[in-house]
């Protein structure tokens, strides 16, 4: 069988084994949430609640102030707490969020207004996503009503859904498609309405073959195509996908519709679903509690702002942990505070031991890192421009482009983090430049 893939990357240990034979539970309903008015991508919510007030499940408590922004609701039936800054794990500073408390009360939902959606506009569905606050659930929480409105300039003909699921350890996205293969189809579907495309593709890697066969057998006769995709990081990550699928090739500085492609998550899918058929607003998301430091790791559908604490305690977190992070380690957050928040982009929470100490040593100019950089980067220079603040040299060598997928890192025999000093120097070149060179 031929799999799919593209240039670069490496072969990070999966680790899927942990949780992947878990299947999906409700995690209970905590009795207290902290939602951030920041949770996507854009301008934070503007807060329309106040201390004290009661809130049904899926109430609006915060709508766009932008753009780009999205509407957030209320996880749980409650009354506001408090409205007070925490620390934002994305943002690294203390950001507004709205505590909720829960009531002793029956749980009360505000649903959405639902349409059948065969019969509504595709103006009318996408009001239904908007309305729903749906954000990339993969983990960038760029608002998706955002992004199946692409410009009528931009023809969009292919629509994608990533299932790779490539970042070691997380298995959520695998349980969904086994378990929700339907929910997922009617998303899809739904989606192809919206954008207008006849056809969808839907790439997994081949470390999840019975996926594969499972959504093979649940869409046949559809126009919806399913890939087997080599198993290899970052195979997930928008470009890599598209081009493994498509051949297609997004160019520099550019986005997916540039090439005719819109990509979307798994969980991202079944979230329209659940909104525009089942009037469901984004209250929960699925994710993966799993780790060498955690004893029984799970996959589990929770409530949005459940602290980690209490997923962690879940799961049976060992006292010998060292590192508990949002996400998994390639690409996730580092937190050292466990009351920190589930957040809409928030696929999994990853615990683990102690590792050998992190001793960076001098570059041997060996070359592995510009063998791993699926963008094509010579990640060496850029580490180095960075660091010596020489910010316009680092964008004409391609700095803008890196995805921050810490293959090169990974690969690296010095133990050179790359991606810490190429994130800072992303954020001190667009603070000056503002994005234009
Ligand atoms: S330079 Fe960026 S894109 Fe290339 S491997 Fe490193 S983190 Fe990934
Ligand atoms: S992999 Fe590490 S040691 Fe090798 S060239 Fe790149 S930065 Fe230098």
Redesign the pocket.
């Known amino acids: 069988m031929r799999l799919l893939t593209f240039k670069?990357g490496v072969h990070p240990p999966g680790k899927k084994e942990l949780a992947r034979e878990q299947k999906i539970q409700i995690f209970p309903i905590p009795k207290t949430v902290y939602v951030f008015l920041s949770n996507h991508a854009g301008a934070p919510a503007k807060c329309v609640v106040k201390q004290e007030d009661r809130v049904k499940t899926g109430q609006i408590i915060g709508e766009p102030s932008g753009f780009i922004s999205a509407y957030v609701h209320s996880p749980l039936t409650g009354v506001v707490k408090s409205i007070e800054k925490i620390y934002h794990p994305v943002h690294g500073k203390p950001m507004e969020a709205v505590v909720i408390e829960q009531t002793d009360n029956e749980e009360e939902w505000e649903l959405l207004e639902r349409k059948v959606w065969e019969s509504s506009s595709k103006e009318e569905i996408l009001e239904i996503i908007k309305k729903a606050g749906i954000v990339g659930l993969g983990g960038a929480m760029f608002p998706t009503h955002v992004k199946l409105s692409p410009p009528p300039e931009k023809r969009i003909d292919t629509l994608i859904i990533n299932g790779a699921e490539c970042e070691p350890y997380l298995t959520i996205d695998y349980r969904l498609m086994l378990e929700n293969a339907e929910e997922m189809l009617q998303g899809i579907l739904i989606t192809m309405k919206v954008l207008s495309v006849k056809e969808a593709h839907v790439g997994i890697e081949s470390n999840k073959m019975d996926a594969v066969q499972h959504l093979r057998k649940v869409f046949k006769n559809t126009p919806i195509k399913v890939h087997a995709l080599k198993t290899k990081y970052?195979q997930g990550a928008e470009k890599q996908l598209i081009h493994a699928i498509t051949k297609r090739k997004v160019p520099a500085g550019g986005l997916p519709m540039d090439v005719g492609v819109v990509v979307q998550n798994v969980g991202t899918i079944i979230a329209i679903k659940k909104a525009v058929v089942d009037g469901m607003p984004l209250v929960e998301r699925g994710l993966t509690v799993t780790g060498e430091a955690i004893t029984k790791p799970f996959n589990a559908i929770v409530r949005i702002g459940t602290p980690i604490s209490q997923l962690l305690e879940a799961g049976g977190i060992t006292e010998d942990a060292e590192r508990v992070i949002l996400g998994g380690p390639m690409m996730g957050i580092a937190v050292n505070r466990l009351e920190t928040p589930v957040l809409k982009g928030t696929s999994g929470i990853t615990a683990l031991r102690a590792s050998k100490p992190w001793e960076e040593k001098p570059c041997i100019r060996c070359g592995k890192?510009i063998t791993?950089?699926?963008?094509g980067?010579e990640?060496y220079l850029?580490n180095l421009l960075s660091s010596k603040k020489r910010y316009d040299d680092a964008v004409n060598n391609g700095l803008l482009?890196?995805?921050?997928?810490?293959?090169?890192?990974y690969n690296c025999p010095s133990k050179i983090d790359?991606?810490r000093s190429?994130k800072l120097a992303k954020k001190v070149y667009l603070a000056l430049r503002g994005g234009k060179k």
């Open positions: 670069g970052p890192c791993a950089c699926p963008m980067l990640p850029l482009n890196c995805i921050e997928c810490g293959s090169c890192a790359h991606v190429i």
